[in-house]
């Protein structure tokens, strides 16, 4: 039997970065559905209708290879439930490795609604119709996290789409969950690229 080696170097590779980042996580002591990936363009969750209790959001200051500082966001939930998650990172193989200059795409899907625990997601961009009640703004100028911070008993995000650098949950739950590696996939979610506060 023949083996298409350009395939199976791109498979290989996007099977080692996924299962790195997955043991690592463990490893901290959480289930973890993506590990920090700061310097290397962060990750993409994509769902239907978020909702969560025990919301707080606070401003935060990151770097990476290619800006020294810039501006993102921190977001914390209690507990919640995702509908129709998708989080997906493409990885670009590098042009030395068979199937260089390819982008490798891979997907964790959940056909089920996911539930969560002690959600913390770093990001730098945020879309879809947000809906909160009782919200609160609190200032306190002496914060190492942020002067600024938005909570809320509860939030909900319909159509959401979230270029996030990091997340962390304590639990979660996985039914009608796959995993999925695509080779040059067709849709390309495009951000804002970020923008550096410092040079």
């Not at 959480?30 to 606070?58: I, R, S």
């Not at 913390?120 to 996290?145: A, V």
């Amino acid at each position: 039997m023949a083996i298409d080696t350009r395939k199976f170097a791109i498979t290989m590779v996007a099977a080692l970065v996924f299962q790195t980042g997955v043991v690592g996580a463990i490893m901290t002591g959480g289930a973890a559905v993506a590990v920090p990936t700061a310097g290397v363009g962060g990750f993409t969750v994509t769902f239907d209708k978020l909702e969560g209790q025990g919301f707080t959001q606070y401003a935060s200051m990151e770097n990476s290879s290619e800006c020294p500082a810039y501006p993102s966001a921190v977001a914390k939930i209690d507990k919640g439930s995702i509908h129709n998650m998708k989080l997906y990172k493409d990885i670009k193989v590098p042009k030395e490795m068979p199937g260089g200059g390819n982008t490798v795409r891979v997907l964790i899907a959940a056909d089920k609604p996911v539930k969560f625990t002690g959600l913390t997601q770093k990001f730098t961009y945020l879309e879809g119709n947000l809906q909160m009640k009782n919200q609160q703004i609190s200032s306190d100028p002496g914060s190492m996290k942020s002067a600024l911070s938005l909570s809320a008993p509860s939030i909900v995000i319909k159509d959401g789409k979230i270029h996030a650098q990091s997340q962390f949950l304590r639990s979660i739950t996985l039914k009608g969950t796959h995993v999925q590696t695509k080779v040059n996939p067709d849709n390309d979610t495009k951000f804002p690229a970020n923008q550096c506060a410092a040079s």
